[in-house]
T-cell receptor
Framework: AQSVSQHNHHVILSEAASLELGCNYS??????LFWYVQYPGQHLQLLLK??????LVKGIKGFEAEFIKSKFSFNLRKPSVQWSDTAEYFC??????????????FGTGTKLQVIP | SQTIHQWPATLVQPVGSPLSLECTVE??????LYWYRQAAGRGLQLLFY??????ISSEVPQNLSASRPQDRQFILSSKKLLLSDSGFYLC??????????????FGEGSRLTVL
């Protein structure tokens, strides 16, 4: 069974600091990888995704993530965070199932607090 | 464009009372539908998924049930709520077939408090 680990549960940064949130997954086959974000009071939304091709993917609001297959990792990065990046971030991995079902497994989430 | 709505947004219910949370998707057909529960520090736990009308699969044994009476309608229910059913429930959908990449589209969520 697939699993996802996010090692940072709560991160506090000052504005303009660089961000890297770790995500490791376990699954032996081909996977699609996602980062979702939940801003305070808002619903979960997709930040970026990796399906294939260039392992460095860029998402909204200046975020990027790098898929390193040998390390089973998909870390999220941003060179300079803003106060508006305060949110909870979830890494997720999906693997094809049967009958049109895609099993998506989420990590436990990382709460990012950016201090002005 | 596709939209997903779930209601009610908040709900306070006594122990032993029934529950019904509803979710509808618009702008697409034959979606896969999901119910997740989000708990602080525990991420999102998949409760139920459905690949078609009347087809429900449960990921974890629990006090809840789900139904899909129509293609774009997904309902989460309980006959008798427990205190442990309190939480934040999220409905989501994905495309089916070749359009399905695993990308989930989430509703606004329903916060349930059982007293």
């Amino acid at each position: 069974a697939q699993s996802v680990s996010q090692h940072n549960h709560h991160v506090i940064l000052s504005e303009a600091a660089s961000l890297e949130l770790g995500c490791n997954y376990s699954y032996g086959g081909t996977v699609n990888l996602f980062w979702y974000v939940q801003y305070p009071g808002q619903h979960l939304q997709l930040l970026l995704k990796y399906f294939s091709g260039d392992p460095l993917v860029k998402g909204i609001k200046g975020f990027e993530a790098e898929f390193i297959k040998s390390k089973f990792s998909f870390n999220l990065r941003k060179p300079s965070v803003q106060w508006s990046d305060t949110a909870e971030y979830f890494c997720a991995v999906n693997a094809p199932g049967s009958g049109g079902y895609q099993k998506v497994t989420f990590g436990t989430g990382t709460k990012l607090q950016v201090i002005p | 464009s596709q939209t997903i709505h779930q209601w009610p947004a908040t709900l306070v219910q006594p122990v032993g009372s029934p529950l019904s949370l509803e979710c509808t998707v618009e702008g697409t057909s034959n979606p896969n539908l999901y119910w997740y529960r989000q708990a602080a520090g525990r991420g999102l736990q998949l409760l139920f998924y459905s690949v078609g009308i009347g087809q429900i699969s449960s990921e974890v044994p629990q006090n809840l049930s789900a139904s899909r009476p129509q293609d774009r309608q997904f309902i989460l229910s309980s006959k008798k709520l427990l205190l442990s059913d309190s939480g934040f429930y999220l409905c989501a959908w994905t495309h089916r077939g070749n359009r399905n990449t695993g990308e989930l589209f989430f509703g606004e969520g329903s916060r349930l408090t059982v007293l």
